[in-house]
Antibody, heavy 122, light 111 residues
Framework: QLQLQESGPGLVKPSETLSLTCTVS??????????WDWIRQPPGKGLEWIASIYYTAYTYNNPSLKSRVTISVDTSKNQFSLKLSSVTAADTAVYYCARRHYYDSINAFDIWGQGTMVTVSS | DIQMTQSPSSLSASVGDRVNITCRAS??????LNWYQQKPGKAPMLLIY???SLQSGVPSRFSGSGSGTDFTLTISNLQPEDFAIYYC???????????FGFGQGTRLEIK
């Protein structure tokens, strides 16, 4: 059973860079029919898609965050990572990593990590 | 950007009821519309993909319909474990880009 697990600091100072890693276990990140995505959810609010990466390192970013987001993949470690620069309190959220089934344009997030809370505060 | 609007924002129902949650897109998304269930403190769970296909392991009391701009999630014979927040999600592809958006959520509460 494939599982995803987010890791990274739970507290980041304003203007600094938020860095998270998602470790994929029970399966390979180098699958031809999946992308790997980051999604966040501010406390008490809805879901926002952040970015997506294929195992070949092809990426898509949310245009509203594009200039601050870097997503990368390390197939040797079965991990993908997110960096979000110049954070503010508005970036405080639960950050989820998720697998996206994109074959045949389904584009559904079918497996999610448990989520990690990141607070931006000095 | 394509905007997704869910209605109602909240809904009270009883065990055994049948409920409908709708999602309207600001422009056509064809059948590329998915539904998720989220319980407190948990990650969302995929229920329905491409408007009407039931995700493996999801009870058959969940069903989806619609295409274009109007979609419906139906839950028949509500069970206690179904009280949660439900989100719709679309995907929009363009040359060399793709974006994803979620509805604002519908909170299903027990009456």
């Amino acid at each position: 059973q494939l599982q995803l697990q987010e890791s990274g600091p739970g507290l980041v100072k304003p203007s600094e860079t938020l860095s998270l890693t998602c470790t994929v276990s029970g399966g390979s990140i180098s699958s031809s029919i999946y992308y790997w995505d980051w999604i966040r959810q501010p406390p008490g609010k809805g879901l926002e898609w952040i970015a997506s990466i294929y195992y070949t390192a092809y990426t898509y970013n949310n245009p509203s965050l594009k200039s601050r987001v870097t997503i990368s993949v390390d197939t040797s470690k079965n991990q993908f990572s997110l960096k979000l620069s110049s954070v503010t309190a508005a970036d405080t959220a639960v950050y989820y990593c998720a697998r996206r089934h994109y074959y045949d344009s389904i584009n559904a997030f079918d497996i999610w990590g448990q989520g990690t809370m990141v607070t931006v505060s000095s | 950007d394509i905007q997704m609007t869910q209605s109602p924002s909240s809904l009270s129902a009883s065990v055994g009821d049948r409920v409908n949650i709708t999602c309207r897109a600001s422009q056509t998304v064809s059948r590329y519309l998915n539904w998720y269930q989220q319980k407190p403190g948990k990650a969302p769970m995929l229920l329905i993909y491409t408007a009407s296909s039931l995700q493996s392991g999801v009870p058959s009391r969940f069903s989806g319909s619609g295409s274009g701009t109007d979609f419906t999630l139906t839950i028949s014979n509500l069970q206690p474990e179904d009280f949660a927040i439900y989100y719709c999600q679309h995907s929009h592809s363009a040359p060399r880009s793709i974006t994803f958006g979620f509805g604002q959520g519908t909170r299903l509460e027990i009456k």
